[in-house]
């Protein structure tokens, strides 16, 4: 049943390699989830998770659960029968926002884009005149595109500005209460550096007052979480799920270890490493996916050359080089490379180490 | 920011400690969710999870969230609105289950039990004529009691039987399939020694096709699950989330350790652990809470003497003896402690250990 462990050079969108502080963090002797040392832990995580988002809000905290979990919960606690919510689509996830919004019973305004293209936040902003939420994904980690938050935050007027930040937290530059960003849901397996199994989450204490007080979800009502995560003020911690250990204290080692590099040199790490990724793939010759200038550090995109097999090549990456690089998504499956360098995978090493493997299993398939 | 870890020793209600094999494999490299690799680990996680449910089921797998993810994907996959939902309350999770399926809009049927005592299988079935499910939990968390969930299984009639085998699950016997359990939802930081973060589910086929087929839910929707950890036939894995890799590492781990010990003998380990727990708390002259010929052998509860203060009893074991015994809850709160021998706790050094510390602290403080 067991076998020998294998190491993966995880080049794909994500599980990225973890720092080794939060491997090892995940190993630490368990405490008990209402232990002040392991409060402590959570108070510390959560005031790590402010700084990568670029926020003050009181109501940041890691949910119990992977970054879809967190997108349930931006939209269950924000929207219901008789909101409307419009949705920024330009890839996968935008269309999962879609999804996740109208099963709240919401009504959904889509505006569509074309993937590869960073949303234009005009053409969002005026898809309707009085929204509850505006949503759209900061950085699409299934088309390597970076859209214009900013931008959207000076449009969205009364709205709530609903953003993802998957694939941009921890390495990119995130600006959460600068730019208006209301509430905010992450992922710590890709520039973090942590392993799956947590959504950073933020949720301005304006966008808290305008909640849906009784959402459809007892496991993510916010409500209940600030209780325990210490959100709701007063010393006293109430228990409402068994929190999970381990992912907290490996998430509270990545962050310390992030944070003790500094956000500015880890984010230009990512810049470096990404740039120089995509420089490298364009003198091979290849096509690079995502619009020019709106393409991501921490996951670049690039098209398949005609008449190569991609799975082909992916596979040859598996077994010669133990290295994991993503497929596309939906039409994009076998024509587009997604190649992540995020975490501790961010550096020229990195960069020197995908191209040449890349080169050599194209001239080998 | 970081100090020096300390080790606790945890005999509260959970999380417990955990099986040193199940820690170990939370260090080890992670791998991506769609690697091959790791999609073995997945499918041995999942057969293992079979055995500990006493299931054939396909559609048993590790959700990725805590055991109130579960519970809550055990309500919104098979109630909404129209539906009726017999609950039987008789403890903290009991009445959790009412609050989660009321969320779905379902009409909830509350069956309320004394606390302390099991449930009355004949009242919970006669309290609506035909309920879409009929839930109760198996081991009640709040208040050390054991329920008959095959009495239930045998009068359920056309209802789906929902089942929490949250505390039972790896320690106690359990057979889902046996006793016509139709859902079953757990955790994974009690019996089965492994840290808290995911939820053992297990759906029988036939109450999967009479689910919900548009679940409020997209994170837990059972219907999109299948294609992610191959129930749901094909060799192709479909992504639904990211998994969380580490956190399903471990659980593999610690149901190997379990079954390579052998069911049978660990649940004699905790039959014989909890027994003369029981026992030894009586010598010293406590009074015991849940009812006698009830009582889980996982999870003691016992009074609180007479003029001792629970709180200073429980922080002189943390101070002293870096040992965490459990509060009551509810009502109990101040006067009920709850004595977790779960996973590698369930021995008789925790037995003599446990006794003489408890013992110490009510003398001294």
Redesign the interface.
Known sequence: ???P????H?F?P??S??YPEA??A????????L?P?FL?VLD?TCAGLRQVWGTNNARTLPL??????G??AAFVNTVGAGDVAVVAVNGLFGE?MC??AR??GAEVVRVDHEWGQPIDPERVAAAHPNPKVIAAVHAETSTGVRSDIAALGRLKGDALLVTDAVTSIGGLELLADDWGIDVGYA?T?KCLGV???LSPFTISDAAFERRVK??????LDLGLLGGYVGTAGGSQRTY????????IASLQ?GL?RVLGEGLDAVRARHATAGLALQDGLEEMGLDLFAAEGFRLPSLTTVRVPEGVDSAAVRAYL?KNFSM?IGAGVGQFASSVWRIGMMGPNANNASVVFVLAALKEAIAKV
Chains 1, 2 share one sequence.
Do not use: K
């Open positions: 049943m067991s076998r462990l294998t190491f993966r995880l794909g994500g599980p390699n973890c491997i090892e995940l190993g630490h002797p368990v405490l008990g989830h232990d040392l402590e510390n119990s659960g992977t970054g879809s979990a997108m349930e999962r999804e996740v099963r709240t992922g397996q392993a799956p199994g009784d959402p459809q979800s007892w496991y409402h799920h068994t929190a999970p250990v381990p992912m080692a310390a598996l994991e």
